[in-house]
């Protein structure tokens, strides 16, 4: 590696306020002033809180260039609810749903839809390859009855980038509409309704946004959610109540996680000082090729080539060396504030870090310095996986 190892307070102290650096999928590392933010209780009537909210909802909006005919709904719970929530209310009893896996997160659509009983099929890919087009062009081609085709912009499972823009015009071309899970690639990877149309798209608080976990939000277009009235089989994922009680009176149907809201409205701020999309993407990009770089230069490698990377988490393989024990590294990580994240690949044996949350490339660096030593104490000399 060229670069000299960093020692400052990055690596001996964890975070401004002495937590570890997250290098996960989430919940991620958020600032000191988005933390700052939660210090307030708000009840859910108030003006002010009535006013974030509505300041949330419009902001998400614009970060896919959405207009009048878009609209945020917010929904309480981790990501996965929202997923749920878009799935039960897009997807009616009569429709049926192509979903495209290729990881985990795709799987858990395909789980829900069976929770509840919606009719649906799926296409599926190996974990390091990306959703292919032209395959789906023949299934819908092929299959009269698939109202909807929904799918992952960022496989979370590999970090692999799915091609957004080429299954939406596939869906379009083809007269279906098309549900996203953007959870990992909202706000760092572009997605515009001007390239990209869809009836939803789903996402969180606590991703690429860096506001802490707590709520997830769907962003549709106002007509596809307006005929999802009675869809849900669920009263509380009901993204139509949901839209239509904020519409109503400013507040959220059941109890509104407040204090994150109050971070979120924070972390939008913060995304926006730093430049929108182009800017938090900007830093990820930069997060990501010096980790890649740096763990290449250790002598791992990764899953993906750079081509099918997403600048979210990287997944690399477990080295073959016998002295290298995943548990006891990731330990001595912890133990000197750097949290990592195990594999979640059936293909390979593999770890994951991540490269989103607030951080850039001073902890980038320190993180492959406590790396390096780490796999000295460990009399790790060989990074190569399993030929
Ligand atoms: C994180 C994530 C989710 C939601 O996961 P939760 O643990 O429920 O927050 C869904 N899809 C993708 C692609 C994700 O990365």
Redesign the pocket.
Known sequence: MSAQPHVNRTETEGTPTGDPWLLT??PLTTSPTVKEAMLHDYGSRDTHFIDVNARMRERLVRIVDGGDGHVCVPLQG????V?EAMLGCFVGAGDKVLILVNGA?GTRMARICEVYGRDFVVQEWAEDVPVDPQALDRALADDDSITHVAV?H???TSGILNPIEEVAQVVQRRGRRLLI?A??AFGAIPLSTREVSFDAVVA?SN?CLEGV?GMGFCIARKEALAATKGNSPSLSLDLYDQWQAMEGNGQWRFTPPTHCILAFDRALEEFDAEGGVAGRGGRYRENCRILVQGMRDLGFETLLGDDLQAPIIVTFHMPADPNFDFDAFYDRLRARNFVIYPGKLTVAESFRIGCIGRLGADEMHAALAVIRETLADMGVTDCAPKA
């Not at 981790?78 to 609810?81: E, I, Q, Y």
């Open positions: 999928p989430g981790s990501g996965t609810f997923v997160y992952v960022c496989e979370t899970d959870m990992s969180s991703k976990p």
